[in-house]
């Protein structure tokens, strides 16, 4: 944390470190301890008003947003990339504290960081030489072409359970399209954010480009979804937040894309011959994060003759999953996932909420096949006031039961049986959300045949999880619309210019 000490309480406008008009703060909590981990400063209206206006003006400069190339934009991403590699253990470190992940997991995310800086600046490069494409328009006396600009000045809110990355998603794609930002990070995990933007000025993004303020929902994040000045919102987070950005943006109106919530199911045909395997990318979807992943595998549908096999190495390999304080000596050493760790959750709010949806589930009745109580954390070496929760399995859950229905966003899991693949099918679609989901069978035609009957933004068949940064990442129904990464993240940042010209002197004569 020293590394972002001297910034906490600022925040960064204009190229500048500065206080916020009214000098507030707010503190974030340790979540192995539940104690006091630092007061933020806690930007509010005034201060992203001041960020909007650096950001606006930096567009229209001489030496970037509309007035650069994508070449020279890549050159800067390069040097990020660059900077993330070198701060890996810095930037991942404070990750870990502030939102509680494993060391292992924070330092796969700086990785994903640095993948999108590199890949990112490619589409910089190639969408230069995209511009002026010719339209054929069928007419000889008109030429047309598209040109790509950038969409202008972004607002940019992110979640809390990827600090860094999530921030990475929205910044990096909305440089290599030129466009400039005004970062509003979650409040629950609002540190490494302050980093990103020391580094991206760093690499030789200008005042203006770039610009962090740290403040809590209704006031800073309210803000930008409120602000006329911004041509862009980029959120990501719960649909109750989404519905008040969309709300605000509407009164613009103004673009928006929206990368929200998940109830992501998995599928396990019976032809599915290593099980083993397949329980490796269960325990992956359901454990990742502590469970707080948009795309965590929270419903898992298994054929009805791999009842016994699949509940009981479920339970098994869940059992030798460590609760860990994920700041202890052991944990921090291990990076290369040699033990299968697990940590606390993000704030005793979260905390609250998802022993909520388990207390919930036990009282109405629902079967509990592994954790669900509290004594299960007695005797570990973990801070009693951490916020933590063990790996939590239900089974048979009602279709109606809220465990099963909603989004918890911690470690619990749901698994259900079927006889038929169309009765697993129908199951997973049984939900507002479609963020993803995954099939696991032998047979490569009936995946895909699957994967066509499933309304998900992302299928993975016979694996579960990985972003790869050149695919596209987003979602259907309330899951949310627009997408991030790959070609599509660049797009999400552009916007395309028809130019259509006639020989000087043609007219139609019409009038
Ligand atoms: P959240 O909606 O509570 O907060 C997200 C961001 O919105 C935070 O920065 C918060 O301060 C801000 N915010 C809160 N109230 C606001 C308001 N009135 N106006 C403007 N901004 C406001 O979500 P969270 O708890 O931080 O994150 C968890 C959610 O994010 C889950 O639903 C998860 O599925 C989703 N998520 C989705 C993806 C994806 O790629 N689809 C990725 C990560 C997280």
Not at 143 to 149: D, H, I, M, P, T
Not at 266 to 273: E, K, P
Request: glycine residues 10%; charged residues 20%.
């Amino acid at each position: 944390m020293e590394k972002v000490e001297q910034w906490l309480k600022k925040v960064f406008i204009n190229g500048e470190w500065v206080d916020t008009v009214k000098g507030e703060t707010f503190d974030t909590f340790r979540p192995t301890t539940g104690e006091v981990l630092c007061a933020v400063a806690n930007g509010d209206a005034d201060d992203v008003d001041k960020a909007v206006t650096a950001a606006k003006a930096c567009l229209n400069s001489s030496g970037w947003g509309y007035a650069s190339t994508g070449v020279q934009r890549a050159v800067v991403l390069r040097k990020l990339g660059k900077l993330f590699e070198e701060n890996t253990a810095v930037i991942a470190k404070i990750d870990s504290i502030d939102m509680g992940k494993p060391m292992r997991e924070a330092e796969a995310d700086v990785g994903d960081a640095v993948a999108a800086c590199n890949h990112f600046a490619d589409l910089a490069e190639k969408q230069d030489k995209e511009q002026g494409e010719k339209i054929d328009v069928g007419d000889d006396n008109f030429q047309s072409e598209v040109r790509y600009e950038p969409i202008g000045v972004i607002g940019a809110i992110t979640p809390w359970n990827y600090p860094f990355l999530m921030a990475v998603w929205k910044v990096i794609p909305a440089i290599a399209a030129g466009c400039c930002t005004v970062l509003k990070p979650s409040e629950l995990a609002p540190c490494s954010c302050l980093l990103l933007a020391q580094m991206c000025h760093d690499a030789g993004v200008p005042p203006g480009g770039i610009n962090v303020i740290n403040g809590l929902g209704l006031t800073a994040g309210a803000a930008i979804s409120n602000h006329p000045a911004f041509d862009k919102v980029a959120f990501t987070g719960s649909p109750a937040t989404a519905r008040l950005v969309m709300a605000a943006a509407a009164l613009g109106p103004r673009a928006v894309s929206m990368e929200l919530g998940g109830k992501s199911p998995l599928i396990i045909c019976q032809d599915t011959s290593n099980l083993d395997a397949a329980l490796d990318w269960v325990l992956t979807g359901f454990l990742w994060g502590s469970g707080q992943v948009c795309s965590a595998t929270s419903r898992v549908y298994v054929h009805e003759a791999l009842r016994e096999v699949f509940m009981e190495k479920l339970i098994t390999r869940v059992k030798a999953v460590t609760i860990c304080d994920t700041q202890g000596e052991e944990a921090l050493k291990d990076t290369e996932g040699a033990v299968p760790r697990m940590g606390p959750l993000v704030s005793r709010i979260q905390c609250d909420k998802v022993w909520g949806y388990i207390d919930g589930a036990l009282s109405a009745g629902v079967t509990c096949a592994y954790g669900g109580r509290r004594e299960l954390l007695d005797g570990l070496d973990i801070n009693p006031n951490g916020y933590y929760v063990p790996p939590t399995i239900f089974v048979d859950p009602p279709a109606d039961a809220k465990v099963y229905k909603e989004e918890i966003f911690g470690p619990v899991l749901c698994v259900r049986f079927f006889k038929t693949e169309e009765e697993a099918v129908a199951m997973a679609n049984d939900t507002v959300y479609g963020l993803a989901a995954a099939v696991f069978s032998d047979d490569e035609a009936k995946c895909s045949a699957i994967c066509n009957k499933l309304r998900a933004g992302i299928v993975w068949l016979n694996n579960c999880q990985p972003a790869f940064i050149q695919c596209p990442w987003g979602g259907v129904k309330q899951s949310g619309f627009g997408r991030e990464l790959g070609r599509w993240g660049i797009e999400e940042f552009s916007s395309v210019k028809q130019v259509t010209s006639a020989k000087p002197g043609y007219a139609w004569g019409i009038f």
